[in-house]
């Protein structure tokens, strides 16, 4: 079947071919000496080397050394050492590729926001190893794709506020308690999302972070601004009593299903509820629920989770293997 031309996308040219383009002529004005000893018996194969070796000079210097555009290094950066209040100099580029976007959102769109529909050209960007930025070409639209990070990054002024905030919970013979999971988060309000914290909630979004604190059988899950000065429990995802394996669901284990359901029905994670949890043992490595012409070898042992997700009225039901890297929609929405 024939596709019509305004079914095919025209493909446009990157801006840095654009640039390359448009300093090559500025420079033929800039630098006259250039065409000017050009003269008719001159090679026009030298003229061209010294006009590419001049475009090349200028636009190593709009680049930084990790290929990346020092304005999209820079905002990167920048926002990265504003979120963890660490100096811009200790964040280092440590990889990057260029990229095309499926709207204005860079793909991730938050709550509420409208997207353009047209590709963007951007870049995506690994910084420290670690924290991962959509952009577009300009730096000036700069997406987080991912917000876990080491427990390293967490701010000591955070930290402190953590762990006073456990310390009273602790039993006398308890060991010493450990941060196991930290993630930066932008919350909605000055409640830190949870509902029934403060009866009156600034609507101002609010920067911080989901700390889980763990001792022994015991674990408490706290959302935090970036000063530490606000200090909540989420009480849901906390867990204080276990008489043999915990009871509470794993903070990555339910990441990873919020995120492959974001994926699957268009939802921003943020706005899935959990509803409810509960351990299970899977009679088979594809949790009951093989797919199509997969081979499942059966076991009595693999220990996972049901975790039923929500919006509004709708409700999706997963099962899980222990650690998140097994996870299988079960087909049925739940009403």
Known sequence: MN?????????????????????????????PGIT????????????????LFKTGVVVAKMQGKEGVPLAVSQAVRLN?????????????????????????????????????????????????????????????????????????????????????????????????PEFTWVEWREWENSCLGLTGADPECGSNKVAGWVAIVSSGPNRWVYRTDDTGKTVLLDAQLSAADSNSKPA??????????????????????????????????????????????????PSNNVDGWRIVLSAGDTSWAYRTDATGKQIRLEDALLR
């Open 3 to 31: 596709t019509s031309d305004r079914d095919t996308p025209s493909k446009q040219p990157r801006p840095l071919v654009l640039a390359l383009m448009l300093t090559g002529a500025l420079l033929l004005q800039a630098y």
């Open 36 to 51: 000017h000893k050009a003269r008719a018996g001159s090679d026009p194969m030298v003229l061209a080397r010294k006009i």
């Open 80 to 176: 990265l050492s504003q979120k963890l209040g660490i100096s811009i100099s200790q964040l280092k580029i440590t990889a990057s590729s260029a990229e095309n976007w499926p709207d204005t959102c860079l793909g991730l769109a938050a709550t509420g926001e409208v997207c353009g529909q047209m590709m963007v050209s951007g870049w995506r960007v690994v910084v420290a190893n670690h924290w991962v930025y959509r952009t577009d070409d300009t730096g000036r639209k700069i997406v987080l794709e991912n917000r876990n990070a080491p427990v390293s990054y967490l701010p000591e002024a955070v930290k402190n506020a953590v762990l006073a905030a456990v310390e009273p919970k602790l039993a006398m013979d308890a060991p010493p």
């Open 248 to 297: 509470s669901l794993p903070i990555p284990v339910l990441h990873a299903v919020k995120m492959d359901l974001a994926k699957a029905v268009g939802i921003p994670p943020e706005e899935l509820q959990l509803r409810e949890f509960s351990p299970q043992t899977w009679s088979d490595l594809c949790l009951g629920i093989p797919k199509s012409d997969e081979e499942c070898t």
